[in-house]
């Protein structure tokens, strides 16, 4: 069965502070990763995913994720977090084509 | 490419009343889906299809019903809408691949149901 778990439903941050989105999974399979970001009143949007290549991945605007079986996480961080980052994350995980979302993070960033 | 597409962005109903939500993609894509988002609960999925003519329930089937008569095209329905089905709906598209590891879904902007 597959499952994901966010750790966080609410992140503040800084403007040009770290950003640390945390999310676990549970997967019978080797799995595919996602984060996906919405922004208010919009759709989802990919920002990365992680298919059994490199276990570090780079997405869009900055973010990236590391995957650790070990620990079966999959955090997402930025270095520097800026005032367009305000979004609600989704971790996701799939195998096939069954889609599994976590509940999401909620990120606020503080001017 | 559009990409997904949605309509209506916004609909209110009156409870009983009944409506059709429409799903559009120009990508090609085999599996569509439809998802629910509520407040604190994430993305639920209600319907999907892995091709035209078929459909399948997902986790919050009831109370809708979907068809897939064309390729492109996934309708999601309420027969009789209640309170409860006020909520953001989600329709999703992805792609097959040889690789079934490297699929993503690609999203529609979303309709705002609300029912009175």
């Known amino acids: 069965a597959q499952s994901v778990t966010q750790l966080d439903s609410h992140v503040s941050v800084s403007e040009g502070t770290p950003v640390l989105l945390r999310c676990n999974y549970s997967s019978s399979y080797s799995p595919s990763l996602f984060w996906y970001v919405q922004h208010p009143n919009k759709g989802l949007q990919l920002l990365l995913k992680?298919?059994?290549?490199?276990?570090l991945v780079k997405g869009i605007n900055g973010f990236e994720a590391e995957f650790k079986k070990s620990e079966t996480s999959f955090h997402l961080t930025k270095p520097s977090a800026h005032m367009s980052d305000a979004a609600e994350y989704f971790c996701?995980?799939?195998?096939?084509?069954?889609?599994?979302f976590g509940t999401g993070t909620s990120l606020t960033v503080i001017p | 490419n559009a990409g997904v597409t949605q309509t209506p962005k916004f609909r209110v109903l009156k409870t009983g009343q009944s409506m059709t939500l429409l799903c559009a993609q120009d990508m090609n894509h085999e599996y569509m889906y439809w998802y629910r988002q509520d407040p604190g609960m994430g993305l639920r999925l209600i319907h999907y299809s892995v091709g035209e003519g078929t459909t399948a329930k997902g986790e919050v089937p009831d109370g809708y019903n979907v068809s897939r008569l064309k390729k492109q095209n996934f309708l999601l329905g309420l027969e009789s809408a209640a309170p409860s089905q006020t909520s953001v709906y989600f329709c999703a598209s992805s792609y097959v691949s040889g690789l079934a590891l490297d699929n993503e879904q690609f999203f529609g902007p979303g309709t705002r149901l609300t029912v009175l």
């Open positions: 996701v995980v799939s195998h096939g084509n069954q889609f599994y």
């Open positions: 992680y298919t059994s290549a490199a276990t």
